[in-house]
């Protein structure tokens, strides 16, 4: 099993819907982060955890929410989905500053 | 946050060494520098860490110069699998932000 599950992994959605993606780890980092990848491009940060707690913004958060349940699970959510947020979804965790663990990512399609 | 500046491509041929160079300018006392490598709708996978002269691991070697200021990622004897993406990321702050990227692309 992966140790940070990511979920679904592809999702085809209308605009104006509510999404949900999910990500799960089990290797007990306390530090999260979803971003998201445009075709071609790099990585961009959208939110970031360090605790259960303590929830920050990235670069591009605007249009997502995230919500950190527990330290092993952190959503991310696309209140109304709109075309241009077509993209792979990636999660990541880390222990502290260290190396970041990524997800297999969710490809998400907003029609 | 530290910026990092990297090529966008490179090519190689296999079996040659490979050396990609990024550079962080405003480097922080505490950043550490880190490469990861991304195939196409894959998460990026890492590579090295370093924080200052040289570190080598079973896949690469990250050289830093003394003023930190960049750093380079040389990858011994390419083969064809190594066709990816290559990220430099220098931060120990609390936003991790990768720039665009180098695309390696290894000719036979």
């Known amino acids: 099993d992966a140790d940070v599950t990511q979920t679904p992994r592809n999702r085809i959605t209308k ?7 999910e990500c799960s780890q089990t290797k007990g980092h306390d530090r ?8 071609g491009l790099g990585l961009q940060l ?22 950190r349940q527990a330290q092993a699970k952190f959503s991310l959510s696309l209140e109304s989905a709109i075309p241009n947020q077509t993209a792979l979804y990636f999660c990541a965790t880390s222990f502290g500053p260290g190396e970041l663990f990524f997800g297999e990512g969710s490809r998400l399609t907003v029609l | 946050l530290a910026k990092t500046t990297q090529p966008i491509s490179m090519d190689s041929y296999e079996g040659q060494e490979v050396n990609i160079t990024c550079s962080h300018n405003n480097i922080a006392t505490n950043d550490y520098i880190t490469w990861y490598q991304q195939f196409p709708s894959q998460g990026p996978r890492f590579i090295i860490q370093g924080y200052k002269t040289k570190v080598t691991n079973e896949v690469a070697s990250l ?11 040389s990858l011994p004897r390419v083969s064809l699998s190594d066709t990816a993406v290559y990220y430099c990321l220098a931060s120990a702050s609390r936003q991790l932000t990768f720039g665009s990227g180098t695309q390696l692309t290894v000719l036979p």
């Open chain 1, 46 to 67: 959208i939110y970031y955890s360090f605790d259960v707690k303590d929830i920050n913004k990235g670069e591009i958060s605007d249009g997502y929410s995230v919500s």
């Open chain 2, 63 to 73: 050289f830093i110069p003394a003023d930190r200021k960049s750093s380079t990622l």
């Open chain 1, 15 to 21: 605009t104006g819907k509510r999404i949900m993606l």
């Open chain 1, 32 to 39: 999260m982060y979803w971003y998201r990848q445009d075709p």
